[in-house]
């Protein structure tokens, strides 16, 4: 079964990806794995090369990415300005992909966590795919792990427009069949 880190790289390696970039290192679980020549890991805890909050790092950063990861803070709104401000820094082919898209329960998709050891805890950061989905660019979401969101800068209209701030998980399960949604097969298949 492929993994976040083994669909990263195939991806890394389909567009001989140079630069990397990962929100949220924690123990490095992805970031050492990732086969790429130059890596940049930011997390204000522990993990990756650089020790601050993503808004700060973007905020002095001047240099561009194929690749970036985001998985850092688990809330809406961050995972938010993580994505649109990854925009900003990435290189024409390049990919952006999200973790936690596809929450397994509702229990699983709450912001901020409560005090049970529910795992995995998605948060909130499934609520962007409604924010990205207004962009009209390539973006689906590999039904792997907790949902893999790829997005990239090539025009793709999607007829979906909801309130991303207001919609509850059991709308957004009721959702699922019209997202775009594929299983990795299909997913690696677009590179070609």
């Known amino acids: 079964m492929l993994s976040r880190i083994d669909i990263i790289n195939y991806y890394a390696a389909a567009i001989k990806a140079k630069d990397y970039l990962e929100i949220g290192c924690a123990y490095n679980e992805c970031f050492d ?21 993503s808004d700060n790092f973007f905020k002095v950063n001047l240099q561009m990415f194929d690749i ?47 005090d049970t050891n529910i ?21 689906y979401i590999i039904d792997r792990e907790t949902g893999i969101g790829v997005w990239r800068n090539k025009p793709e209209v999607h007829n979906i427009d909801i309130d991303s701030r207001e919609i509850a998980y ?23």
């Open 68 to 114: 970036i990861f985001i998985d850092g803070a688990h809330e809406h709104e961050q995972v938010l300005r993580d994505f649109n401000n990854s925009m900003k820094f990435l290189r024409p082919r390049g990919y952006i992909f999200l973790h936690d898209m596809l929450p397994p329960g509702e229990a699983h998709a709450v912001w901020p966590f409560d």
């Open 33 to 53: 794995k990732i086969k790429v020549p130059c890596k940049t890991g930011v997390d204000p805890h522990s993990g990756g090369t650089i020790r601050m909050v």
């Open 170 to 192: 059991k709308k957004f399960h009721f959702l699922k069949p019209e997202l775009p949604i594929l299983d990795t097969s299909a997913a690696l298949l677009k590179l070609i």
């Open 119 to 139: 795992q995995p805890r998605c948060g909130t950061s499934w609520r962007v795919i409604f924010d990205i989905l207004k962009l009209d660019k390539e973006f």
